[in-house]
């Protein structure tokens, strides 16, 4: 028996046969996997999780796919930190820290790829595709390489180098596109219309791909020993990841792995250059798509969010909120990162914990509640950007007398 029924439509609830789709052709609304979840109940355990491997894939039984033929490099699984030197320095007792920087190609973007390509090939898909602000196209580069299948992948021509020569190494077919995220995304969307056999991880076989997320709130509630946090922190581009981990803890509560799922506060942050869902949770108004995006956190920077409609739903009825933070935040909280927990993170971490020092700050997050943030992608991606906010050391003789004149100038800028 399958545990998946089929797609559903999110919006009129119309019910299609498992395939290469994402809209509904009744109301145009997005569709989502449709479990049986009685065949879930009875096949999940947390015993079985504990003796799987250690990636999505212990979580299989909660996963999309019929079957074992994954296309795995390994993604997720990764370390709840319990960030106590930045939960100090923030003010808050319980801090946890989820680093998704260490996945395969270095960004949480292995985990819905690791899905969607496995999907896709059991669909009979001929070749992979995506749209990408960046580290989509290294997932799906890499995951076809080792699925042996052809990949396309639509990029704005505008991101960070050190990214696209990652993807590039990889050699899928690279598509740079003169224009924004949601140009590429535009033109990927065509070509995948006229070519109905390729999957495009997040187009038109999309309801797979927002999957794999929820593997990131299932490892964190068995990393907290099968408990909920109070309050998450989880950064917002197109806003699928915030959804994925919201139905994340809800599922796990209906499997009765976890209790208090509802009791979870849901928030969110974006770069105030790009920040459509943060702004419609502040103003409570509708996500408006903008044109003009202006920010370093290039992973971030959708204009028009596919999930951003769901996303401000999910956090205000959670009582969450949305915090917007500048590049010279962003980059502050990189180095705060790193000097107290020793993670590096490209811009997207750096808006997701300058986001939770804003929402401390700002009285959103209570210093007693249990918080785990998301960190979703490497500095090692980004390092021209990051260069400019570190400062090169000036070169000394390798001589020792050199060395203790170096060390006095270090001793007098502490003090
Ligand atoms: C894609 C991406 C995000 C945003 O994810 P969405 O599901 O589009 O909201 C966050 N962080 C990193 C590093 C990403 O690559
Ligand atoms: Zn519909």
């Given at each position: 028996?399958?545990?998946?029924?089929?797609?559903?439509?999110?919006?009129?609830?119309?019910?299609?046969?498992?395939?290469?789709?994402n809209?509904?052709?009744?109301?145009?609304?997005?569709l989502?996997?449709?479990?049986?979840?009685?065949?879930?109940?009875?096949?999940?355990?947390?015993?079985?999780?504990a003796?799987?491997?250690?990636?999505?894939?212990?979580?299989?039984d909660l996963?999309?796919?019929?079957?074992?033929?994954?296309?795995?490099l390994?993604?997720?699984?990764?370390?709840?930190?319990?960030?106590k030197?930045?939960g100090?320095?923030?003010?808050?007792?319980?801090?946890?820290?989820?680093?998704?920087?260490?996945?395969?190609?270095n960004?949480?973007?292995?985990?819905v790829?690791?899905?969607?390509?496995s999907?896709?090939?059991e669909?009979?898909?001929?070749?992979?595709?995506?749209?990408?602000?960046?580290?989509l196209?290294?997932?799906?580069?890499?995951?076809?390489?080792?699925?042996?299948?052809?990949?396309?992948?639509?990029?704005?021509?505008?991101?960070e180098t050190?990214?696209?020569?990652?993807?590039?190494?990889?050699?899928?077919?690279?598509?740079?596109?003169?224009?924004?995220y949601?140009?590429?995304?535009?033109?990927?969307?065509?070509?995948?219309?006229?070519?109905?056999?390729?999957?495009?991880?997040?187009?038109?076989?999309?309801?797979?791909?927002?999957?794999?997320?929820?593997?990131?709130?299932?490892e964190?509630?068995?990393?907290?020993?099968?408990n909920?946090?109070?309050?998450?922190?989880?950064?917002?581009?197109?806003?699928a990841?915030?959804?994925?981990?919201?139905?994340?803890y809800?599922?796990?509560?209906?499997?009765?792995?976890?209790?208090?799922?509802?009791?979870?506060?849901?928030?969110g942050?974006?770069?105030?250059?790009?920040?459509?869902?943060?702004?419609a949770?502040?103003?409570?108004?509708?996500?408006?798509?903008?044109?003009?995006l202006?920010t370093?956190?290039?992973?971030?920077?959708?204009?028009?969010?596919a999930?951003?409609?769901?996303?401000?739903?999910?956090?205000?009825?959670?009582?969450?909120?949305?915090?917007?933070?500048?590049?010279?935040?962003?980059?502050?909280?990189?180095r705060?990162?790193?000097?107290?927990?020793?993670?590096?993170?490209?811009?997207a971490?750096g808006?997701?914990?300058?986001?939770?020092?804003?929402?401390?700050?700002?009285?959103?997050?209570?210093?007693?509640?249990?918080?785990?943030?998301?960190?979703t992608?490497?500095g090692?991606?980004?390092?021209?950007?990051?260069?400019?906010?570190?400062?090169?050391?000036?070169?000394?003789?390798?001589?020792?007398?050199?060395f203790?004149?170096?060390?006095?100038?270090?001793?007098?800028?502490?003090?």
């Amino acid at each position: 028996m399958s545990k998946v029924i089929g797609l559903k439509c999110r919006e009129c609830g119309a019910e299609y046969e498992a395939g290469i789709q994402n809209t509904c052709y009744e109301c145009f609304g997005p569709l989502e996997v449709h479990y049986d979840w009685d065949e879930i109940q009875d096949t999940a355990s947390k015993e079985k999780i504990a003796r799987g491997p250690p990636s999505i894939w212990r979580y299989a039984d909660l996963l999309p796919i019929d079957g074992t033929n994954y296309v795995d490099l390994g993604s997720g699984y990764n370390k709840l930190h319990h960030a106590k030197n930045l939960g100090k320095e923030l003010g808050l007792k319980e801090l946890y820290i989820l680093d998704d920087s260490v996945n395969p190609t270095n960004s949480f973007k292995d985990r819905v790829t690791s899905v969607a390509v496995s999907k896709a090939l059991e669909l009979g898909a001929t070749a992979i595709g995506c749209a990408s602000t960046g580290n989509l196209a290294s997932a799906v580069g890499a995951h076809a390489a080792k699925a042996g299948i052809p990949a396309y992948v639509f990029i704005p021509s505008s991101i960070e180098t050190g990214k696209i020569t990652q993807m590039l190494t990889y050699d899928p077919n690279v598509i740079a596109v003169d224009g924004t995220y949601d140009d590429a995304n535009r033109l990927a969307s065509e070509v995948a219309d006229q070519n109905p056999d390729w999957a495009f991880v997040n187009i038109n076989v999309r309801p797979y791909y927002t999957e794999g997320s929820r593997t990131l709130a299932f490892e964190t509630a068995e990393q907290l020993g099968w408990n909920a946090p109070d309050h998450i922190v989880a950064p917002l581009g197109s806003g699928a990841l915030l959804c994925a981990l919201t139905r994340g803890y809800k599922e796990l509560e209906k499997i009765g792995f976890i209790d208090g799922s509802s009791c979870i506060r849901i928030s969110g942050s974006q770069p105030s250059g790009c920040s459509p869902i943060s702004t419609a949770v502040q103003n409570d108004t509708e996500v408006i798509p903008i044109r003009e995006l202006d920010t370093i956190a290039h992973s971030l920077a959708i204009g028009n969010p596919a999930d951003g409609y769901y996303a401000k739903q999910a956090i205000q009825t959670s009582g969450g909120y949305a915090a917007s933070v500048t590049n010279e935040e962003i980059l502050e909280a990189i180095r705060l990162l790193a000097s107290t927990e020793g993670i590096f993170t490209e811009p997207a971490g750096g808006t997701t914990v300058a986001g939770l020092k804003s929402l401390v700050e700002s009285g959103h997050i209570d210093p007693d509640e249990r918080t785990v943030v998301y960190v979703t992608g490497n500095g090692l991606k980004a390092q021209d950007t990051i260069a400019g906010a570190v400062e090169r050391p000036e070169s000394i003789k390798p001589s020792y007398s050199e060395f203790t004149k170096k060390l006095n100038n270090i001793t007098k800028t502490n003090n």
